[in-house]
């Protein structure tokens, strides 16, 4: 990033990670100065939400880069490259919860419509197997390189997936 002048000097932001914020630019602790007609050209500035505004102050940005899932771009931006929106699923993300992320059911619509197999512990498995009927759990044995055959134990289960919108 350039030197920040006051009326001078445009500033590029490169990197950093501003996920589920709304990053605010004049920051003299980092350096970090932003004003109307700098470029923004890398970053993570991705939301939780779909169609979320952040920047609001910015009426006029040049964004040449960065991860932009879920922001709404403000009316004066110039924009070089995609802003995609996706419907994120907490089953996915159960970290973001925290962040704001609402969270889904369990059979929420980012749910597929076909049970896959999903590799588990032995006591997930063996609880699975108690209350599942046979044919939800499998165990399958893979000879490693020096001819060992450890077993992996398998459960049939929903998986999710965010959703392009």
């Given at each position: 990033?350039?030197?920040?002048?006051?009326?001078?000097?445009?500033?590029?932001?490169?990197?950093?990670?501003?996920?589920?914020?709304?990053?605010?630019?004049?920051?003299?602790?980092?350096?970090?100065?932003?004003?109307?007609?700098?470029?923004?050209?890398?970053?993570?500035?991705?939301?939780?939400?779909?169609?979320?505004e952040i920047m609001?102050?910015?009426?006029?940005?040049?964004?040449?880069?960065?991860?932009?899932?879920?922001?709404?771009?403000?009316?004066?931006?110039?924009?070089?490259?995609?802003?995609?929106?996706?419907?994120?699923?907490?089953?996915?993300?159960?970290?973001?919860?925290?962040?704001?992320?609402?969270?889904?059911?369990?059979?929420?619509?980012?749910?597929?419509?076909?049970?896959?197999?999903?590799?588990?512990?032995?006591?997930?498995?063996?609880?699975?197997?108690?209350?599942?009927?046979?044919?939800?759990?499998?165990?399958?044995?893979?000879?490693?390189a020096d001819g060992?055959?450890?077993?992996?134990?398998?459960?049939?289960?929903?998986?999710?997936?965010?959703?392009?919108?």
């Amino acid at each position: 990033m350039d030197d920040y002048i006051p009326g001078g000097i445009v500033a590029t932001i490169t990197h950093g990670n501003w996920s589920f914020q709304d990053p605010e630019f004049e920051d003299d602790r980092t350096g970090t100065h932003v004003s109307d007609g700098d470029t923004i050209e890398g970053g993570n500035f991705s939301q939780h939400t779909p169609g979320t505004e952040i920047m609001k102050g910015y009426a006029s940005l040049t964004i040449q880069g960065g991860n932009w899932t879920n922001v709404k771009p403000q009316p004066g931006w110039t924009k070089r490259g995609g802003y995609p929106q996706m419907e994120r699923c907490s089953h996915v993300h159960p970290g973001w919860v925290t962040h704001g992320l609402t969270v889904c059911k369990d059979d929420c619509a980012h749910r597929r419509a076909v049970k896959e197999w999903t590799e588990v512990n032995v006591d997930e498995f063996r609880e699975a197997k108690a209350s599942m009927s046979a044919n939800h759990v499998k165990i399958e044995e893979q000879p490693d390189a020096d001819g060992v055959r450890d077993p992996r134990y398998l459960k049939r289960v929903y998986t999710y997936a965010d959703k392009g919108i």
